[in-house]
């Protein structure tokens, strides 16, 4: 049913040999260097994406899938809604924008009903959720688990929010410079009503912030780049005098993960991502997915059960 795709829908694998409709305008590769050119892009009003506008009414689709989540991640909704103004016939729009886990699972949800497969995504979403659940049993939540450090940029830094905070705290960890607060009306929000507890979008944090924060654990996860590339960033990072002062760095508790396939975007991966989170951050390496994408920063070796 899938004709197209965007430039950033690289899994499964199969989807990579349809046509790619969109294409982004940044060729910087270096952290600082995408953030100068994007945050300029965006101070002059300008998209950061191109689309094939040709291409995409030739394939004359019944359904578009979107998101109005980020307008540095991905095309936007308003650019999408000037395209399909111009199309005959006009093609349902279908715009996510989760902000939590179970936002992400129920947009699965609105996917399957817009292309009809109702039944089968409710069948997806059971079997995601059972996996959080599963991997959830090993977390004690009595205990006052350790200090996480989400990196979602190097240069600056940002520290991670949405579904990436929940993701943490669900598997035993805290994370002090973004947590996640309780909804007004939610009471304690523990145990089986932690979905009541969510969080704001990504933060800039200062470099003095993060070693006050003391980290235990810290993931170096840049949206958008690949394992390689998050090591050439961390690369970085570690050539810089305050690195050597987080206790995650002294005790080799760094983890590199390929983020654009496991936490930057809200897809069915984010359950991976989870599973690995409770594996690293309690010690149990056999929840690690087969294949994970990551490596420990200290011994330079692919992870327990990863790959590098």
């Not at 979403?125 to 009595?142: D, H, I, M, T």
Request: hydrophobic letters at 40%; glycine letters at 12%; charged letters at 25%.
């Amino acid at each position: 049913m899938l004709v197209g795709r965007s430039h950033e829908c690289d899994w499964p694998e199969g989807v990579k040999g349809l046509p790619s409709l969109t294409a982004q305008r940044v060729q910087e590769t270096s952290p600082g260097e995408i953030d100068r050119v994007v945050r300029e892009a965006l101070a002059r009003g300008e998209s950061l994406y191109t689309v094939d506008e040709a291409r995409l009414r030739g394939l004359r689709p019944d359904v578009i899938l979107t998101q109005d989540l980020c307008e540095v991640c991905s095309i936007d909704l308003a650019a999408v809604q000037r395209i399909v103004e111009g199309m005959i016939p006009r093609p349902q729009i279908v715009s996510l924008n989760p902000h939590t886990v179970e936002g992400v699972l129920d947009d699965l949800l609105t996917v399957g009903r817009a292309v009809g497969l109702d039944r089968g995504a409710g069948v997806a979403v059971v079997g995601l959720r059972e996996r959080l659940f599963a991997a959830g049993e090993f977390v004690n939540p009595y205990a006052d688990g350790p200090s996480v450090a989400f990196l979602e940029w190097t240069d600056p830094l940002f520290v991670g929010g949405h579904w990436t905070v929940q993701l943490i705290e669900r598997a035993g960890g805290r994370h002090p410079l973004n947590p996640t607060v309780v909804k007004a009306g939610a009471g304690a929000a523990a145990g089986p009503q932690h979905g009541e507890r969510v969080a704001g979008k990504s933060i800039r944090v200062t470099v003095e912030q993060l070693v006050e924060s003391q980290p235990e654990f810290v993931v170096v996860c840049p949206c958008g780049m690949d394992l390689e590339q998050t090591a050439l960033a961390t690369a970085e990072l570690a050539r810089q005098g305050w690195w050597g002062e987080l206790p995650a760095v002294r005790n080799g508790r760094v983890g590199l993960v390929d983020g654009n396939q496991y936490f930057n975007r809200p897809g069915p991966r984010l359950v991976d991502g989870f599973e690995w989170l409770v594996g690293w951050l309690n010690g149990r390496a056999e929840l690690v997915p087969e294949g994970f994408g990551w490596r420990e920063w200290e011994t330079g070796k692919a992870g327990r059960r990863g790959a590098s």
